[in-house]
């Protein structure tokens, strides 16, 4: 098995280390920043995992949570933890309110879109990310 296979697996599992780690965090401070790094955090491992699982076998779940989580939604929920740390004010709340909605309706898009996929022209031994 080449690096380029390997390193997926090895991200998933630093960043489930992670991602306990900070959330745990969050459930003894209960500081949303924590909260929201958490879950970018778990968002990146799953699409880590993703991209390993993706590497061995075709999965159209897989690909939705890979494309979802590690093309489109991680930085945003991470970038908003870091949002609630250092702006202290109440219009932080309702950007909240967006970042949820827009992840929504990106879960809605990536949803449709992925019902038209192709499956036949899959090849495991190539990355996912280069296919």
């Known amino acids: ?13 630093v960043m489930l280390v992670f991602t306990v780690w900070v959330l745990q965090r969050y459930a003894v401070r209960r500081k949303l920043h924590f909260l929201f790094w958490g879950i970018g955090l778990a968002m990146f491992g799953f699409g880590s995992f993703a991209e390993a ?29 870091t949002v609630y740390l250092l702006v202290r004010k109440k219009w932080v709340h309702g950007l909240t309110a967006v970042l ?32």
């Open 100 to 131: 949820i909605i827009g992840s929504l309706f990106a879960a809605f898009l990536m949803f449709r879109a992925t019902q038209l996929l192709d499956s036949s022209i899959f090849d495991p031994g190539t990355a996912i990310s280069e296919q």
């Open 1 to 13: 098995m080449s690096l380029n296979a390997l390193l997926p697996f090895i991200s998933t599992v």
């Open 53 to 81: 699982y993706l590497s061995i076998t075709w999965n159209t779940f897989v690909f939705f949570g890979w494309y979802l989580f590690g093309a489109a939604l991680t930085a945003a929920w991470i970038g908003h933890g």
